[in-house]
């Protein structure tokens, strides 16, 4: 993957959400709303570091980290949460896939 672009993260540790900027203002509020709160109760819930990417076809693919001594990360769950919102959010995912290939690719 050469020409990976971040679309979101959030951070546990930092309490942080990110939007990358380069999409913030072409992303309707409703969207831009609700990638922040899966992301955000993503990390809430499971703990560490979720990010939002697209790869150099335009597909949008989950990446999850964690500190090395984070006891609280939940590696089985991280996995079945990220399959749950695969499937619950299918339709915003397949439209910011469709976004990103008409837009920057």
């Not at 560490?48 to 697209?54: D, E, M």
């Amino acid at each position: 993957m050469t020409d990976q672009q971040v679309l979101c993260a959030s951070s546990k540790y930092e309490q942080k959400y990110f939007l990358n900027p380069r999409f913030a203002d072409t992303l309707p509020k409703q969207v831009k709303e609700e990638l922040k709160a899966l992301m955000v109760l993503y990390t809430e819930d499971i703990g560490g570091i979720l990010t939002l990417s697209y790869d150099d076809e335009g597909n949008l693919y989950f990446t999850t980290t964690a500190a090395d001594k984070d006891f609280d990360y939940d590696e089985i769950g991280s996995q079945l949460k990220i399959r749950q919102y695969q499937e619950k959010y299918k339709e915003l995912l397949e439209e910011l896939e469709e976004y990103y290939q008409a837009f920057f690719l």
